[in-house]
């Protein structure tokens, strides 16, 4: 009952550097989310997924690249990191109806420097 | 567009009173409605949910919400704080159209006083 798993926990990156979020989800829910929580900001969506092979932006998306080749997992790439970017990343999932709210990842605790 | 409005950002309550912490949303259509709770350092655990069944909606670590369309709120309440309950609180609200996108409140932080 693994749920919703994101590796790595914590990151630093510099400057211009560039990486991917891993996100995976055991459940067979149809949708995945990525939200970045910032103080006094509450969460806020980055980019989504309906199905494999379907994704759109969210709210805050520059800077930011997604795919979904599978049903499980929904990484985040960040295409060449800047300070803004230092936050805390969550990865969410739900069924297809989304009546029985998401299920979060433990998140990723990114500094960039 | 859907927005939800948490009242206060840091809520502090003694152990053993009641919590109340307040949400009032916004929806151009009946809404689907969430609390959230985060302990440090942890991701967001689904408190409780309204989907439109009982206005009155009972949750886990006996909380529970009461959706009221005429104030258009879902505050969330507990009788009695506990220690463990210190956490960040998350209202949220979705417009069960088509993706039914996830809109967050800015979190209210929840101290219980000793």
């Known amino acids: 009952n693994a749920g919703v798993t994101q590796t790595p926990k914590f990151q630093v990156l510099k400057t211009g550097q560039s990486m991917t979020l891993q996100c995976a989800q055991d459940?067979?829910?149809?949708?995945m989310s990525w939200y970045r929580q910032d103080p006094g900001m509450g969460l806020r969506l980055i980019h989504y997924?309906?199905?494999?092979?379907?994704?759109d932006q969210g709210e805050v998306p520059n800077g930011y690249n997604v795919s979904r080749s599978t049903t499980e997992d929904f990484p985040l790439r960040l295409l060449s990191a800047a300070p803004s970017q230092t936050s805390v990343y969550f990865c969410?999932?739900?069924?297809?109806?989304?009546?029985?709210?998401?299920?979060f990842g433990s998140g990723t605790r990114l500094t960039v420097v | 567009a859907q927005s939800v409005t948490q009242l206060g950002s840091h809520v502090s309550v003694s152990e053993g009173a009641l919590v109340l912490l307040r949400c009032n949303y916004s929806?151009?259509?009946?809404?689907?409605l969430f609390w959230y709770v985060q302990y440090p350092n942890q991701g967001l655990q689904l408190l409780l949910k309204?989907?439109?069944?009982?206005?009155l909606v009972k949750g886990i670590n006996g909380f529970e919400a009461e959706f009221k369309k005429s104030e258009t709120s879902f505050h969330l309440t507990k009788p009695s704080a506990h220690m463990s309950d210190a956490a960040e609180y998350f209202c949220?609200?979705?417009?069960?159209?088509?993706?039914?996108?996830?809109?967050f409140g800015i979190g209210t932080k929840l101290q219980v006083i000793p």
């Open positions: 969410a999932s739900s069924t297809g109806t989304g009546t029985y709210g998401y299920t």
């Open positions: 949220a609200v979705s417009d069960r159209k088509g993706y039914q996108k996830v809109t």
């Open positions: 997924s309906v199905g494999a092979g379907i994704t």
């Open positions: 929806s151009s259509v009946p809404p689907y």
């Open positions: 459940m067979n829910h149809e949708y």
């Open positions: 309204y989907t439109s069944a009982a206005t």
